[in-house]
């Protein structure tokens, strides 16, 4: 199938975002990159770079963020484990973020994450999995308590791409009318495999494909774009073919929500009874 990864329209609004002087970042050095993004030496823009651990930490604030509806005073050093990457290779938990107060048997969320850049998310792009992510993998999926799971995807071009999400073009009129960057929340840039879910599908040793089919056809409107990008299997992930379970972000914050609410929390911490002593 022919691929049409240069009509991306991300692509398309990053460079039209990147041009505005009305925008907040456009001052000289980012229109120096921006010439760069649209002219590059070797094919792609030269800052094509990003850490795993700016997208671990905005998924760990956004889960902080519900936790803290149902105990305000939690703190961010009481709910999140970060690993360092030598501790994590040392703890052999398989798991770049976990979250859930330290006083709480019953409540964590683990996850694996992994960067795809120099991609554009409405494009064609793939990430397979090694024999250390399938290592990881199968030390997640096996713990003890069936702690909630997930192997975690992020995809982006670059740092304008990164800079911009979340950003309306919104000329009316224009093909852009309404049209926005796709953010941390939208299933093109975050792909989030539910590992528990998908446990029976995933055999020591089986590979791992997560990707995006990329427009099937150049597209002339937003509407156009919507259908495409929305359409089953547009993103997707498999093993040996098999489709595996492909959630939205607020699945795993529906996982918070339904772990707080549950009685049995609120006896078993200790954080909560001095919280509770105190207010």
């Not at 998310?121 to 399938?134: E, G, K, L, M, N």
């Not at 009318?177 to 929340?185: E, I, K, R, W």
Request: charged letters at 30%; aromatic letters at 12%.
């Amino acid at each position: 199938m022919q691929r049409y990864a240069n009509n991306s329209w991300v692509c398309a609004a990053v460079k039209e975002l990147s041009k505005s002087r009305g925008f907040p970042d456009g001052h000289p050095i980012d229109r120096t990159m921006y010439l760069r993004l649209e002219e590059p030496e070797d094919g792609g823009c030269r800052w094509r770079t990003s850490e795993e651990d700016h997208w671990v930490a905005d998924l760990a604030t956004r889960l902080l963020d519900r936790s803290r509806l149902y105990r305000p005073d939690l703190q961010f050093h009481q709910f999140i484990e970060k690993p360092s990457h030598q501790s994590e290779s040392k703890q052999q938990g398989g798991y770049d973020l976990s979250a859930g107060p330290f006083d709480v048997d019953t409540l964590r969320i683990r996850s694996m994450h992994k960067v795809v850049k120099g991609k554009w998310c409405d494009a064609y792009w793939t990430w397979t999995t090694d024999d250390r992510d399938d290592y990881h993998m199968h030390a997640l999926m096996g713990n003890p308590q069936g702690y909630p799971c997930y192997l975690i995807v992020n995809v982006f071009y670059c740092l304008h791409d990164w800079r911009r999400m979340g950003y309306q073009i919104g000329r009316r009129g224009t093909k852009w009318d309404g049209f926005v960057v796709p953010d941390f929340n939208s299933p093109l840039r975050t792909v989030i495999v539910d590992l528990l879910a998908s446990k029976r599908l995933l055999p020591e040793g089986a590979k791992v494909v997560v990707g995006c089919e990329g427009l099937r056809k150049p597209v002339e409107s937003l509407r156009e774009w919507v259908d495409q990008t929305s359409r089953d299997g547009f993103v997707f992930a498999t093993s040996n073919g098999h489709p595996l379970s492909i959630v939205p972000l607020d699945k795993l914050l529906k996982d918070v929500d339904r772990y707080w609410k549950d009685r049995r929390i609120w006896g078993a911490s200790n954080l909560q009874k001095v919280w509770s002593a105190e207010h």
